[in-house]
């Protein structure tokens, strides 16, 4: 299980990256806090976590028109976690 799934990068994360080191992940729906901690702790060296926040986002509803009429659907719910680092920085464009 990989529970890292990706890094999560919008205007909001970035102020809260620079004024509070807090980092977001999308990571897997199972995953726990506890190994939540530990796979950032592996994944980036020298980086000491101190909090690990997480809210499961719902799925919506999703349409689209086509010739044949109407398709409806849903997004899939996944998990956000909010890393609060105690101490270092995680370079997330490094793995690019």
Excluded: C
Excluded at 23 to 48: D, N, S
């Amino acid at each position: 299980m990989n529970i890292l799934e990706q890094p999560l990068i919008t205007e909001k994360l970035t102020r809260l990256q620079e004024e509070l080191q807090k980092y977001a992940f999308q990571v897997h729906i199972k995953a726990t806090k506890p190994m939540i901690k530990k796979a950032i702790e592996e994944r980036y060296p020298g980086v000491v976590v101190d909090r690990v926040n997480t809210m499961i986002m719902p799925s919506k509803p999703k349409g689209r028109h086509t010739r044949s009429g109407f398709i409806d659907g849903r997004s899939k719910k996944w998990k956000k976690a909010i890393i609060t680092l105690k101490e270092g920085e995680i370079d997330l464009f490094s793995e690019v």
